[in-house]
């Protein structure tokens, strides 16, 4: 691939140049949210509401995982296009090696931390009595899949940073097609229930990696890079992970503040717990449009700061603000009222499906409001200012989301319901807070 083909957002339509880099990503995140859907799916209809309970809150501790691997290799994507931005491919190159080193030490210091404390992990989030050892057994076959999620992810972080984001989604299609046949063969055929749902995920990855590196082999891309790179820049890695901390320790939190209202609906039954899990995988394909506006945003703004286009880099955020919150009233409209159709595509438990659509309608709402707050969070990273971020995950995620979650709980008549607005209500304050910090540095020299 040449040059002019992956560096398209210095010039042209700002929309055509989002909605370019946009589609793929989107389309690559929905695939990598099949992962854990298929999982349950397949469980759903071969296991029982220990086995759905299970691969929820499972998969829900692992995808907080990959969310946080995701969010540190942001650091590596904004410095990437930052350099390509800058005409400066053998610092990009730098960046990349510098990311690959990293990375597989992280991976390790997971793999190893994962395996130990699975149990642990397991008894703090009230796993119901019936689904503890599954759920164990869940995150410790992937859990010593890290490195192939680490790979991966890094892969797509170094592509996105050049502005390519359609090998991602053809990496992560093959994945899928693999995840769907090893689950359909390991739970389906040969009734491995948990454990085959997990390794085949595991193997999907790996089989995406492998083909990934492969394929790269083959691809010119406008960065300066030899093995010889592979090693720790210390230029790159205080601006990498001056980046990349703050909003993987932002993602960090916001995910374990959800993990937190998995453990409060955990102690609820074992019903509202495979609900929930039901709910919460359907929310994160709900979830991905928002998310890919982040990751263009960030890729957007970081290419057109880097070559000093400060006033397209704004108008990418506020083309990005309208274009997701039309398509988030699209959504609400399917989660409020449709919630228990969706629900029905992953268990034929009537209680499961009364208790996972209760939730959907309660959430739905943030379905049009987060697609403010993501391409905020977008703008903010790609500048390479990701200090307002974790600022903000961190208040949204113990000062709002965890404490108003627990009074909806204890609530005379607790429902899902009541639980799933918490979300939105979150969102709302971490809208306000970008607008306050919008007001308050405007001329500021980190933002446009």
């Known amino acids: 691939m040449s040059d002019k083909k992956e560096n398209t957002f210095l010039e ?66 904004v410095m990437i296009g930052q350099h390509i931005g800058e005409k400066k491919p053998k610092a990009a190159g730098d960046a990349v090696g510098t990311t690959i080193v990293l990375f597989a030490v992280l991976g390790i210091v997971l793999t190893v931390l994962l395996e130990v404390f699975a149990g642990n992990i397991v008894g703090i989030l009230q796993v119901p009595e019936e689904s503890v050892a599954k759920t164990i057994l869940y995150i410790r076959i992937c859990s010593g899949g890290i490195l192939v999620i680490i790979a991966y992810n890094v892969i797509s972080g170094v592509l996105r940073g050049v ?70 820049y210390g230029g790159e890695l ?121 939730y959907l309608r309660g959430f739905s709402a943030d379905c049009i409001l987060t697609c403010a707050l993501f391409s905020s969070i977008g703008y903010f990273n790609g500048c390479g200012n990701s200090i307002p971020v974790m600022v903000q995950g961190i208040t949204s995620a113990f000062c709002i989301r965890i404490p108003v979650s627990i009074i909806m709980s204890r609530l005379p008549n607790a429902s899902l319901f009541l639980i799933g607005m918490a979300t939105p209500i979150t969102t709302v304050y971490g809208i306000v807070f970008f607008v306050i910090c919008f007001a308050r540095l405007r001329n500021s020299r980190k933002l446009a």
Do not use: W
């Open 12 to 77: 042209g339509s700002v929309f055509q140049s989002l909605i370019r880099f946009a589609v793929p990503v989107l389309g690559a995140l929905i695939l990598q949210a099949a992962y854990g859907a298929v999982d349950l799916l397949v469980v759903g209809r071969f296991g029982d509401a220990s086995s759905i309970s299970a691969v929820g809150t499972g998969s829900a501790f692992m995808q907080m995982v990959t969310f946080v691997i995701v969010s540190l290799a942001m650091g590596s994507t």
């Open 163 to 232: 502005g390519n984001a359609n090998l991602p989604f053809i990496f992560v299609g093959i994945a899928c097609v693999v995840n769907i046949a090893g689950d359909l063969l390991l739970v389906g055929a040969l009734h491995m229930d948990v454990a085959g749902a997990a390794i085949a995920t595991v193997g999907a990855q790996f089989v995406s990696v492998i083909c990934s590196m492969f394929v790269l082999r083959r691809q010119s891309l406008p960065v300066s890079f030899t093995r010889k790179q592979c090693r720790i």
């Open 238 to 358: 205080k601006k990498i992970l001056n980046v990349g901390v703050p909003i993987a320790l932002q993602e960090a939190m916001v995910q374990i503040s959800f993990l937190v209202i998995n453990s409060i609906i955990n102690h609820m039954g074992l019903m509202p717990s495979a609900g929930y899990g039901v709910a919460q995988k359907i929310v994160s394909f709900v979830m991905l449009v928002p998310s890919s506006v982040m990751q263009s945003v960030s890729a957007f703004v970081a290419q057109n700061m880097g070559a000093g286009k400060r006033e397209r880099a704004k108008q990418g955020l506020f083309t990005a603000m309208i274009t997701g919150g039309a398509v988030g009233i699209v959504i609400f409209c399917g989660g409020f009222f449709g919630g228990a159709q969706l629900s029905s595509l992953f268990t034929s438990d009537p209680e499961v499906i009364v208790q996972s659509a209760d």
